[in-house]
């Protein structure tokens, strides 16, 4: 043990008082190396009876595939043996906890329940923590050092680096009381999100190492702000129900693991967006994690298709129409390990606007009055802005940038920015950002406080000074220096001070520069005394029990040897009980103290007093219960309205059936389990808080029923193929018994339509077994699926009709001087003269075709034939004369020629010329005589109309005409005159046309140019509305062309068909 205490825990075994940092010396690690060993400390509070062992699979396990293993003592401390020949710096030291094995000795008499793995790197272990993990968590999603790691916590929590190797459970400072609670925190948040992932089917190996991924990304500032108020206070309970509330981001999902490398990554989570400006054009976010560098980040503009790395926050998407979900955001793939995160979507249009935008941003400094702003693009100089500091009613030119003011009281908002509107023009001035936050004229110096001691308490109380009413306005200036306040009254000890040596003042406040108070001097003198008891220890508030709690130090152990203050120490009572029970009012920090009574033992003085390190709150009234309850029993959630105060879904629990309150992670509810809930079974409430001892809310409960979603419906029975009359029938399943319960398809399940009549009619058209199917309908609103499919298990044959069309040639020329001229997708064939009866089946229109194998018929026009827009299988087209072709003749389908053979194929055909909106074009039949149209190309080049389709040929197509006015008179008029069938014809907007412009339209043939909107005319007439009235302007490239001086422009009309809902 001597040879322990002078080596390897050296540290541990010092009881000097002189330093807490179990890292300070060098010895632990250069002995280490002399023994092939790594030393250290292992502590939430201290682990005792954990393993210990260098992870050399990297599965955050201890096996003997890791070689030795080491196990903690009571104090924590373990020695691990290594190869020599291991390179530490390439590994990672794990300690595992192990349920029922190891000890947490802040809770020493019962073993833990629930398994967890603090980490790090094997040449920084001297302290493995809660800490250590999180360092080395930030340190492997970044690609930095742990040192790094390390500075970006400490920075994060406004901590020293140093402070992580401390020994935080032993000290009795505040700041690491504070440690010591987090990192309690933490490990509940660990050990419960680990065994969550693990509920959830996700592998342990999986579920530590996506934990630990996962801490990287915790919102560790947040936890803390939560835990600080727990140090002194009720720790167990309100520390249960945090980690509780915060262990859900830590949870893996199996979707969420990926392998890079061979090792398991957990995908990166998508920023938050907090907000888009269309007037500025920007788009901004939240950081992720401690990824809080701009470059750390990519965007995309075109919907994912291409990534840029960031350079600006907020980002400049530019004075472009993007429609939502265009801007895209995700962290950068930034090392080996990592691939790109999730994306964030932006969900709200940016219009292009003829107005400059806003400036991104406008930063206020309220301390040397002035202000400065984000340039806008392409405006670059200070002289291009204006400012006003009213509200927007009178602006002034900007001077300088930053911009100085004098020194005046201004409201949110009521100073602003823009880009001013260009001289001796009739441009809009751009839009105005608003300041968020208020100026305000530079205080005046505060007066000194006036300050009281008291001997006997040990006590430096002072009056408040109007306008600052917590002690952290304050600092005292004690032993030659100033510190901040937190407390009042301040204990000095049992010390002696001087008269006129402490003192008390306003803090300065940088930013609005007021400057420091005056001081307030103490003329009284503290001496020290003999024998004085020393303060009791550990103070604990329990806010919401209204009680104070301390420990009793030797000889002093009877609770009746102690008095308590509820006044700052200004009066005194005995204490009868022990913890202390006060009053349900509001006391501040400071209020409650305790001290030894004298005369307890050899004549003793009045002790030192311990005060209450937290406030007490009045309890808080009890929430009304949330309201209007909507339970949706397809998809299986529940949903209520806030209760007012309470609008985050962290504020409420929720009760199912006979289970217990658990904590909401949104509005609506998810349903874990598809059961059968009856009206009561679900209940939502706001939580009650353990800290305040507020209680919960009355419940709210589901007032309709939730029932299972319906099993797959069987599959009609009985089908039956009657081939003579071209009908399927079958018996319908039990309890489906409406036609329209039905659906079928006659292409193998490709394509489905709701029966309108039993039995299915089906076309003289040879189907194959299988083709034929039917089933019953998806139900969406209970959430049935469709059921499962009876097929036609005997073929339809085709009744020996015409003879089939033969010498199919797929037209699709492409003529060098018009290129793409005749890219219409024709079909030609030969006419049919039967071989059996004679007939002569000369015109189109005895033809008809099919585009989708068999499933529709179209009659035929024109010979070639225009197919449709799409670019088809050639499987899927074919032609046959239609039944009855000839009037007065009879004669079944003809036999169908299919595509298969034809030359070449079809095509995406996206701009079609057409004379009625609602009829298919016709082909030339051959070659114009005296121009160059070929066979197969549309009958004309200059078509009254064009119908246009999305980029698969598919959706519902909109209509372009070409008008003969040119100048704003008569637009309106001229949009009303018919053109192919449309009488109500309309203009793009302006917003509409400018994101037409954004688009690649090179799809447009060249003799479509001029009659629909493209980018070889450079003037378009569009729409825009002022002041409520449609009104009319001349847009060039896209942007209104206020400035120039033509008047006339082409006016492209537009129309879009109805929707197709068969």
């Known amino acids: 043990m001597l040879f322990l205490c002078s080596s390897t825990f050296l540290i541990a075994c010092n009881d000097s008082g002189s330093g807490e940092n179990l890292a300070s010396t060098d010895n632990i690690q250069t002995i280490s190396n002399a023994k092939n060993s790594i030393s250290g400390t292992a502590m939430d509070g201290y682990l005792n009876q954990a393993k210990v062992c260098l992870d050399i699979n990297n599965d955050l396990t201890c096996t003997e595939e890791d070689g030795p293993i080491s196990f903690t003592d009571e104090f924590g401390r373990y020695s691990l043996n290594i190869d020599k020949d291991i390179d530490r710096s390439q590994h990672t030291l794990i300690v595992e906890a192990i349920p029922g094995t190891t000890f947490d000795m802040d809770a020493p008499s019962d073993a833990i329940e629930k398994a967890y793995v603090f980490s790090a790197p094997a040449n920084n272990a001297n302290i493995v923590s809660p800490y250590s993990t999180l360092i080395h968590a930030i340190s492997q999603q970044q690609g930095i050092d742990f040192k790094q790691a390390k500075n970006e916590l400490a920075q994060q929590l406004n901590l020293n680096a140093d402070d992580f190797d401390a020994d935080y459970v032993a000290s009795k400072k505040d700041k690491y009381k504070k440690m010591h609670v987090l990192a309690q925190g933490l490990t509940q948040i660990i050990q419960k999100s680990t065994q969550k992932s693990v509920d959830n089917g996700v592998a342990r190996v999986n579920s530590r190492v996506g934990v630990q991924s996962k801490l990287a990304f915790l919102d560790i500032s947040a936890l803390k702000t939560k835990t600080d108020k727990l140090s002194g206070n009720n720790v167990a309970a309100s520390l249960d129900a945090i980690s509780e509330q915060s262990q859900q981001a830590l949870v893996v999902k199996a979707d969420e693991i990926e392998i890079i490398n061979g090792k ?626 009879n004669n079944s389908p003809g036999k169908v020629m299919w595509a298969n053979s034809a030359s070449g194929s079809f095509l995406v055909i996206r701009l079609v010329p057409i004379s009625d909106w609602d009829k298919a074009p016709y082909l030339l039949s051959k070659d114009a005589q005296y121009s160059s149209l070929k066979m197969g190309g549309w009958r004309s080049t200059r078509p009254t109309c064009f119908a246009e389709y999305g980029p698969d040929g598919k959706g519902n197509a909109r209509f372009w005409t070409k008008k003969s006015v040119y100048s704003k008179t008569g637009i309106a008029s001229e949009l009303q005159k018919s053109a192919c069938g449309i009488s109500d014809w309309k203009l793009l907007s302006v917003t509409e046309l400018a994101a037409r412009f954004s688009k690649d339209l090179t799809f447009i043939p060249k003799f479509a140019m001029y009659n629909v909107i493209s980018k070889t005319r450079n003037r378009y007439w569009a729409s825009m509305m002022e002041n409520n009235q449609l009104s009319f302007v001349k847009v060039s490239e896209g942007k209104v062309a206020t400035g120039y001086s033509f008047s006339t422009a082409s006016l492209i009309a537009t129309w879009v068909a109805p929707a197709n809902n068969n």
């Not at 291009?384 to 005046?408: C, M, R």
């Not at 700052?568 to 209020?591: C, R």
């Not at 998809?635 to 609008?647: C, E, I, M, R, V």
């Not at 001229?821 to 089946?841: I, P, Q």
Request: net charge negative.
């Open 264 to 889: 398991v990554q957990i995908q990166r989570p998508k920023p938050s967006i907090i907000s888009e400006d269309d007037a500025s054009n920007t788009l901004d976010w939240a950081w992720v994690g401690y990824f809080k560098q701009v470059d750390q980040y990519e965007y995309s503009l075109d919907s994912g298709n291409t990534w840029k790395k960031a350079t600006t926050k907020p980002l400049l998407v530019g004075n472009v129409a993007l429609a939502p979900g265009v801007v895209q955001l995700r962290l950068r793939t930034l090392h080996l390990h990592t691939n790109a995160g999730k994306i964030a979507l932006s969900t709200q249009h940016f219009t292009y606007s003829a107005r400059p935008a806003a400036p991104s941003s406008l930063t206020v400094n309220d301390a040397n009055n002035s202000f400065d702003w984000t340039n806008v693009a392409t405006y670059s100089h200070f002289d291009a802005y204006e400012y006003s500091f009213d509200g927007g009613n009178i602006w002034q030119d900007v001077q300088q940038k930053p911009q100085t003011l004098a020194d005046l009281d201004l409201s949110v908002g009521e100073l602003q920015i823009r880009v001013k509107p260009p001289a001796y023009s009739n441009l809009s001035a751009g839009f105005s950002t608003l300041s968020t936050v208020a100026m305000t004229q530079t205080p005046q110096t505060p007066s000194a406080p006036t300050l009281t001691g008291n001997d006997t308490t040990d006590l430096v109380d002072w009056d408040y000074i109007q306008g600052f009413n917590s002690p952290s306005d304050y600092e005292i200036h004690i032993k030659g220096t100033w510190k901040a306040l937190t407390i009042k009254p301040y204990s000095v000890g049992n010390n002696t001070y001087a008269s006129n040596s402490i003192s008390i003042r306003v803090q300065k406040n940088i930013n609005n520069a007021r400057k420091a108070g005056d001081i307030g001097t103490l003329s009284f003198a503290f001496n020290k005394q003999a024998n004085k008891p020393k303060a009791p220890e550990n103070s604990i508030v329990n806010d919401a029990l209204n009680s104070f709690d301390w420990t009793m130090l030797s000889p002093y152990t009877q609770k009746n040897a102690h008095e308590y203050s509820v006044d700052s120490g200004k009066t005194w009572q005995n204490v009868n009980e022990k913890p202390l029970f006060i009053s349900d009012v509001d006391y501040a920090p400071g209020a409650i103290c305790v001290r030894v009574r004298a005369n307890i033992q050899n004549h003793n003085p009045v002790g030192e007093p311990l005060c209450s390190s937290a406030k007490y709150s009045i309890t808080p009234s009890t929430p009304d219960a949330p309201t209007f309850p909507i339970s949706d029993d397809n998809a299986d959630t529940f949903s209520w309205q806030w209760t007012p105060g309470f609008k985050n879904a962290s504020d409420y629990e929720v009760l199912i059936a006979n289970g217990t309150w658990t904590g909401v992670d949104k509005n609506p509810y998810a349903l874990i389990a598809d059961e059968s809930y009856a009206p009561g079974d679900i209940n939502v409430r706001v939580k009650g808080d353990l800290l305040t001892g507020r209680a919960p809310s009355e419940s709210l409960s589901n007032t309709n029923y939730f029932n299972p979603k319906p099993l797959q419906a069987d599959a009609p029975s009985d089908g039956l193929v009657d081939d003579k009359n071209n009908t399927f029938n079958w018996t319908n399943v039990a309890s489906f018994y409406n036609v329209s319960d039905y659906e079928y398809s006659l292409n193998a399940g490709q394509t489905w339509k709701t029966l309108s009549v039993k039995p299915l009619h089906v076309s003289e058209v040879e189907l194959s077994i299988g083709r034929v199917q039917v089933r019953v309908k998806a139900n969406v609103k209970n959430g049935m699926p469709a059921g499962f499919i009876l097929e036609n298990h005997d073929a339809f044959m085709a009744e020996l009709g015409p003879d089939a069309p033969q010498n199919l040639i797929i037209v699709n020329h492409d003529k060098t001087r018009y290129k793409d001229e005749v890219k219409t997708n024709g079909l030609k064939w030969s006419f049919v003269v039967d071989s059996t009866t004679g007939a002569n089946y000369q015109y189109p229109t005895y033809y008809e075709f099919t585009n989708d194998k068999g499933t529709t018929w179209t009659t035929a026009i024109s010979n070639p034939q225009h197919i449709g827009t799409q670019a088809y299988a050639k499987g899927n087209v074919g032609i046959r004369v239609k039944a009855n072709a000839i009037d007065g003749k």
